[in-house]
């Protein structure tokens, strides 16, 4: 190798270790999960993601414990509290997207058994640009106002 062709090297290897502003990078903080009373077939799921890199999209959410998850706002209209289903939810950089009680959730239908207190489980977060990422969900118990200090909103009871 010259020194000419080791420069030109280096430089590359430059460029490729300063990309990073422009990749996506997801962090998934404290996913828990609401404890079910038995025979429950569905459940919400609760987590934080915050982007730290480049904007990207959370568009799919999956876990191995219900048929199918994913992502609800809750909402009131005429006093009514009302879901509708988010086919995907924006992530700009360090600002966390919060999915808590009241607002939104991981919905997830179809329980193959009751989310008893203690108990974790998988779930997958697929997004738009970043890797998919897997993480630990831990069920606490029904009405818990989660690992941080959120505050239960009036609104949908999930079970
Ligand atoms: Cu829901």
Do not use: C
Not at 30 to 51: F, H, I, N
Not at 72 to 97: C, F, I, Q, W
């Amino acid at each position: 190798m010259t020194r000419r062709t080791l420069l030109a090297a280096m430089a590359l290897i430059g460029m490729i270790g300063g990309a990073h502003a422009e990749d996506s990078m997801v962090m998934v903080d404290q996913p828990w999960a609401r404890a079910t009373p038995a025979g429950a077939t569905s459940g919400a799921v609760y987590l934080t993601v915050t982007e730290h890199g480049a904007p990207d999209r959370l568009i799919g959410v999956s876990t191995p414990a219900a048929g199918m998850a994913m992502m609800h706002e809750s909402y009131t209209e005429s006093g009514v509290s009302k879901m509708r289903m988010l086919d995907g939810v924006a992530l700009d950089p360090h600002k966390p997207v919060a999915f808590h009680p009241g607002a939104m959730h991981i919905m997830l239908e179809g329980l193959k058994g009751p989310l008893k207190v203690g108990a974790t489980f998988p779930l997958t977060l697929t997004f738009e640009k970043a890797a998919p990422q897997t993480v630990t969900v831990t069920v606490m118990k029904a009405g818990a106002p989660g690992p941080a200090a959120t505050t239960d909103m009036p609104g949908m009871k999930m079970n």
